[in-house]
């Protein structure tokens, strides 16, 4: 038989495999705890901590999707972010992350520099020379995150990987955003892939989880072990609902992007829209490297709208997008970063990093175009009544 697409996979992962009773889909097993099958004699399982049978039936899923040699499923993204940090980076190693990542991770990697645990350095992966020297200057683990949140800036993953390799350091990369859907980083060179599965991994807004997926079976074995020892990994009734979650992964990420398509037309049309940020777009500073990076250009959609006024007209009244955090779910969202997701960020630090108080991010849900679409023009009409 010819290889299964991962569409097909994600669709039957653990199907049709209990040997008890012939289940179709794999019992949630909620037993923290398992009888050795004699004296001296473990089974495959006996503490839920240390492993748990649905949360391996996951835990391999997401690993086929990314291409990896197995996966750990964690009880939320920061968990899954927080152990390749503190299992690989040796006592005062150099961290290099991008200027733009996620706020809790950032919030981690300068409390780990302030408490003398590492050294964190900075930089705009975006730029790649510059990114590039900065690795070749010396690191021990480069930590990526493409498209970033919220400007949507795409990093070369396999000039980054390259580089960091030639300098003896691991790479990781955060594919919260993209999903294995779009972008494969282990393909390209990444040792490591991280997810908070809360967003479109589980896809409905009801779980809080993450997930760590190595290249090597070796390092994930020393991440499995790091996740078991500071008791991070994840909980079987979540792993239950994002496996069940995983199954419509592909349908949900082509439908949300077909509608991210949509908003983007409707964006770039409107007088009242005074930037659009979207890989897919021509005009896009790095449009042609998220073409060849990626299998397709995501479900997330910043726009600038000039003020917070503007920005107050467009949310107060959209009935299709709910004002909120997070993203990756069924349903749309719509946030504004600089008094939202980067409020925590100092001013100048949000400028330089090209957030504006004009800025709204979209995450496209699975909802119809159209309803979508008239919903945000009516948004935008009211910015134009403001004259
Ligand atoms: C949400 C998010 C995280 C953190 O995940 P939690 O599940 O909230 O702990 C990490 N990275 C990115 C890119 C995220 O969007």
């Given at each position: 038989m010819t290889e299964q697409s991962p569409q097909t996979r994600a669709v039957r992962a653990g199907i049709n495999t209990d040997a008890a009773h012939g289940a179709v889909v794999p019992p949630i097993y909620l037993s923290t705890t398992y009888a050795f099958e004699a004296f001296n004699s473990p089974g495959q399982y006996d503490y839920s901590r240390a492993g748990n049978p649905t949360r391996t039936v996951l835990a391999e899923a997401v690993a086929e999707l990314e291409g990896g040699a197995g996966g750990v499923i964690t009880a939320s993204g920061m968990a899954a972010v927080s152990v390749p940090v503190l299992a690989l980076l040796p006592p005062g190693g150099t961290l290099l992350a991008p200027f733009d990542c996620y706020g809790g991770s950032w919030r981690l990697f300068d409390a780990l520099e302030r408490t003398g645990r590492l050294k964190l350095r900075l930089t705009d992966f975006s730029d790649s020379q510059h990114a590039l020297a900065e690795i070749a200057d010396g690191v021990d683990l480069v930590w990526l995150e493409t498209p970033s949140n919220p400007l949507l800036r795409i990093t070369d993953i396999a000039a980054a990987s390259a580089a960091a390799h030639a300098v003896g350091a691991l790479v990781v990369a955060d594919n919260t955003f993209a999903t294995p859907v779009v972008q494969r980083p282990l393909s390209l060179g990444a040792d490591i892939v991280v997810h908070?599965?809360?967003?479109?991994?589980?896809?409905?807004?009801?779980v809080v989880a993450g997930a760590i997926v190595a290249a090597d079976a070796e390092r994930l074995a020393h991440l499995a072990w790091w996740a078991n020892t500071l008791g991070v990994t994840g909980g079987a009734l979540d792993s239950y609902l994002t496996l069940r979650g995983l199954r419509t992964l592909h349908l949900r990420m082509a439908q949300a992007q077909r509608n991210a398509e949509a908003v983007v037309d409707l964006l770039v049309g409107h007088p009242a829209v005074k930037a659009v940020h979207y890989p897919?777009?021509?005009?896009?500073?790095?449009h042609e490297l998220a073409a060849r990076q990626q299998d397709g250009f995501g479900a997330i959609v910043t726009f600038d709208v000039g003020s917070e006024a503007a920005v107050r007209a467009v949310v107060e009244g959209l009935v299709c997008f709910c004002l909120a955090e997070s993203l990756g779910g069924v349903e749309s969202l719509i946030s504004h970063p600089s008094t939202m997701t980067h409020a925590s960020m100092p001013p100048d630090i949000r400028a330089a990093a090209g957030?504006?108080?004009?800025m709204l991010r979209l995450s496209l849900g699975v909802e119809d175009a159209a309803d979508l679409v008239g919903d945000l023009r009516a948004g935008l009409d009211r910015v134009l009544a403001l004259g």
């Open positions: 908070s599965a809360t967003k479109y991994l589980n896809g409905h807004s009801d897919g777009l021509e005009g896009h500073p790095q957030i504006t108080d004009g």
